[in-house]
């Protein structure tokens, strides 16, 4: 099942199954205690109805083997269940109720569909109670999968379900919400369930008590897995529903909400129903809720409006909206990669960049960098922003004001960035060193260190990573500052530069030629050339050129 969720989702359906497993353990010390008292009653040895209780209950726990669990799901046990769960009497359906919640707590094996007829007849008691126990049994019995989800929504659990939902009880409140949202996991049939369960959830979802609401939109938002679901949802009017809820109170009300709407916003084709409501009021409200001081809900926010940003016109209304402004107060959060995501695609739009380069995003950029260097994310999205942004003579003036420079030499120092993230951080700084003006700059910061890193990487395996680092030590400016930052590694680069020149690929070769007129400049370099196999390889590559032409 995990491997068809988000990764988001399975942390949040992780969350409901540790929860529930608390409250069965909590749970199942009284019932052990309950048990014990009852089986010691003489009323409890009277029925084949109440023996059977006594066997699951006092019977189960104790056994391990599969084999022998296996013989209490016979015939005469599910007619005693079936007369617990039709009788008038409430005790006797509390009775059956409880013996499902022991078996749900202990069962090692799965639960024949046959002993699902009684788990249905409960449901539908007049006894909440009752109600309650057997939807606890039956979400513990979903979540262990113990039972077939297929078969639970064929019995037509929904609508006691629902019914139950919108009970006065949070205790059953959640665990018919807990129900609804684990059978929504079933591909098979979320369809049929959402056309008979969305519309309920989303009435439930105006209610005036959070505590409701909170449980409708945590099931709402587990409902949009799919594009099938999610247009189902959005037909029934989901969207005028969820969007107002961005501004509830409750802050769990926000969270959930506004994920339903990001994963509904994955979707462009809902895009024009999630603008229709006036006044760009998902907008403003997506952007109020980047400010909330729950972190989790201003990231959701920002992940929220990242999504919708793919979309030209959604971004240009967001730029008109100041949207810059909160984006500088995320970034200064202790998450600020929900941020610097939505930076990166407003940034990769030209027109946008004027607007970011004067708000003075650079500046917040370099202390993130310098604080972060071995975040992958980070220091990748910053690559992606600078690139962008340094695209104009203004973003690169900016770039030279900001520490960013600084910041991102010391990110191709650290030890645990990838060859990944170290492919953008070369990527860059070899696109930076096409100015001039930045070439000198880089130039005049790079450090020994720092060369030594960009050797050491010339000789990596992965070739786009290796010509990156000869393609920046190729610009170096020789000064003589950079020339004693080079000369201990003269062999090293001159032996990288004869495999670049025995490469197939012409630009190896017209790399490799472009850094030996760099580093001629230096007579020791020079020296060392006259002296190498490098002569040769040159010869050949030359005169294949040459016969080429």
Not at 406 to 435: F, R, W
């Amino acid at each position: 099942m995990a491997s068809r969720f988000c990764e988001r989702c399975s942390r949040l359906l992780k969350q409901i199954t540790t929860w529930l497993l608390r409250v069965c353990r909590e749970v199942e010390q009284k019932v052990r205690e309950v048990f014990r008292e009852l089986c010691e009653c003489g009323c409890f040895r009277s029925t084949p109805e109440k023996d059977v209780f006594r066997r699951m209950t006092q019977e189960l726990a104790p056994v391990q083997l599969l084999d022998a669990q296996t013989q209490l799901f016979n015939r005469e046990n599910l007619q005693a269940l079936n007369r617990l769960a039709n009788s008038e009497n409430t005790e006797e359906q509390r009775m059956a109720a409880l013996c499902y919640l022991h078996l749900s707590l202990h069962l090692k094996i799965s639960l024949p569909d046959d002993f699902l007829e009684p788990v249905m007849t409960l449901l539908l008691s007049h006894d909440l109670d009752v109600q309650k126990t057997i939807c606890l049994s039956l979400v513990n019995l979903l979540v262990k999968n113990k039972v077939c989800r297929e078969s639970v929504i064929e019995m037509g659990v929904l609508v006691p379900m629902l019914e139950l939902f919108q009970s006065c009880d949070v205790a059953a409140q959640c665990h018919s919400c807990a129900c609804v949202t684990v059978l929504a996991s079933s591909e098979l049939k979320r369809e049929a369930l959402l056309v008979d369960g969305v519309r309920p959830l989303l009435a439930l979802a105006k209610s005036y008590s959070s505590g409701v609401q909170r449980n409708a939109t945590w099931a709402l938002l587990h409902l949009t897995q799919s594009g099938c679901s999610t247009r189902i949802m959005c037909q029934a009017g989901a969207i005028p529903v969820l969007v107002p809820l961005l501004q509830s109170s409750d802050s769990e009300v926000q969270f959930y909400s506004c994920s339903a709407l990001c994963n509904i916003a994955a979707f462009q084709e809902h895009h024009s129903k999630l603008l229709s409501i006036g006044g760009h009021f998902l907008l403003k409200s997506l952007l109020t809720l980047m400010s909330s001081s729950v972190e989790r809900n201003s990231s959701q926010a920002c992940k929220c409006l990242q999504t919708l940003s793919h979309n030209v016109a959604i971004q240009e209304q967001l730029m008109e909206l100041d949207c810059v402004l909160p984006l500088k107060v995320l970034m200064k959060s202790s998450s600020p990669e929900p941020a610097l995501s939505l930076l990166s695609v407003l940034s990769a739009h030209p027109p946008n960049n004027f607007v970011l380069v004067s708000e003075g995003i650079l500046d917040e950029m370099a202390p993130l960098l310098h604080h972060n260097r071995s975040s992958p994310v980070i220091v990748t999205r910053c690559c992606e922003i600078m690139a962008s942004l340094g695209s104009s003579s203004i973003g690169q003036q900016a770039v030279l004001e900001s520490q960013c420079l600084s910041g991102l030499l010391e990110a191709l120092q650290s030890p645990a960035q990838s060859d990944e993230t170290l492919l953008h951080v070369t990527s860059y700084l070899n696109q930076l060193m096409t100015s001039d003006v930045l070439k000198s700059s880089v130039s005049a910061e790079i450090t020994s260190d720092q060369v030594w890193r960009l050797v050491e990487l010339s000789g990596q395996r992965n070739p786009q990573l290796s010509y990156n680092s000869v393609a920046i030590i190729s610009k170096l400016e020789m000064t003589d500052e950079n020339v004693l930052l080079l000369k201990p590694h003269h062999s090293s680069v001159l032996d990288r530069l004869i495999l670049f020149l025995r490469e197939e690929d012409v630009k190896f070769h017209h790399l490799a030629m472009v850094a030996i007129a760099n580093l001629k400049k230096d007579e020791e370099f020079l020296l060392l050339l006259g002296k190498s196999e490098i002569k040769e390889q040159l010869k050949k590559v030359l005169g294949q050129r040459t016969h080429q032409l």
